[in-house]
């Protein structure tokens, strides 16, 4: 099982967020996508957030190694190879029966890890629900739970732009992400992702799948047919 955010969240309502619990989660998200070794912890005058970015990334290399690396595609981390052993890896998504490929099939997932989908989900999904500070993964896994739902699912395009997308100002757009509306099923997902890769000029597309990870900020990323971008492509 994941390791959990030591610090605890404040209930009263305009208590700032502990420094340590957004350092936490932040050097987790960097250990658990950064094989094989922890990673060095970011010079910043703030002592207390070293403190914390350094225990989570401690934690996070842990659950890599007993549970697996996970791949922070929209922070644009370039995947190590997989024959060096260390690498990410993509698994059986179980979204299609075996021995059905097909080519526009989402039967395969990477386990990824990342704040930037969440945003965007959790905007949509829950209006009103502010992210960031750390409190993104655990807000969107209460969503959830509140409304009784048990995955939500993104379309996306897998390849950046490189410039903000004109007029908005979320995660994912402002890192030249185009994606779709958050869904309930992968069969009301699918057909904005497929469009994508069937246009005059095609591009790579896939499916963000999430599920709730109590604090953490997991999800699945399934490619269109398992096809990812060329940078990307082993």
């Known amino acids: ?29 960097a250990g658990i996508s950064a094989p ?12 207390r957030y070293m403190l914390g970015w350094g225990q989570g990334a401690e934690a996070g290399n842990a ?15 370039v995947r190590p190879g997989s024959g060096a052993g260390i690498g990410y890896g ?3 998504s179980g979204e299609l029966e075996p021995g059905d490929p097909g080519v526009f099939s989402f039967a395969q997932s990477w386990p990824c890890v990342g704040e930037a989908p969440l945003l965007v989900m959790l905007a949509q999904f829950a209006p009103g629900e502010s992210g960031g500070e750390g409190l993104t993964g655990r807000r969107l896994a209460r969503a959830c739970a509140d ?12 390849s950046s732009s ?22 309930e099923s992968l069969d009301d ?42 940078e990307f492509a082993d």
Request: net charge negative.
């Open 147 to 158: 409304k009784g739902v048990q995955r939500l699912y993104l379309a996306v395009n897998l």
């Open 1 to 29: 099982m994941p390791q959990h955010n030591p610090h605890p969240v404040p209930d009263e309502p305009g208590v700032f967020v502990p420094v340590e619990l957004r350092a936490w989660q932040d050097g987790y998200d």
């Open 162 to 183: 490189g410039e903000p997308a004109e007029g908005t100002a979320d995660a994912l757009n402002s890192a030249g992400y185009w994606h779709g509306t958050v869904c």
């Open 36 to 47: 094989p070794d922890v990673p060095a912890t970011p010079k910043v005058r703030d002592t």
């Open 63 to 77: 659950d890599g190694r007993a549970e697996g690396w996970r791949w922070a595609y929209f922070d644009g981390r």
């Open 90 to 92: 993509p698994q059986n």
């Open 189 to 230: 997902a699918a057909p904005e992702a497929i469009a994508q890769v069937t246009v005059r000029e095609p591009r790579f597309a896939g499916i963000v799948r999430y599920a709730p990870a109590a604090e953490h900020d997991f999800f699945d990323l399934l490619p269109v047919g398992g096809l990812l971008p060329p």
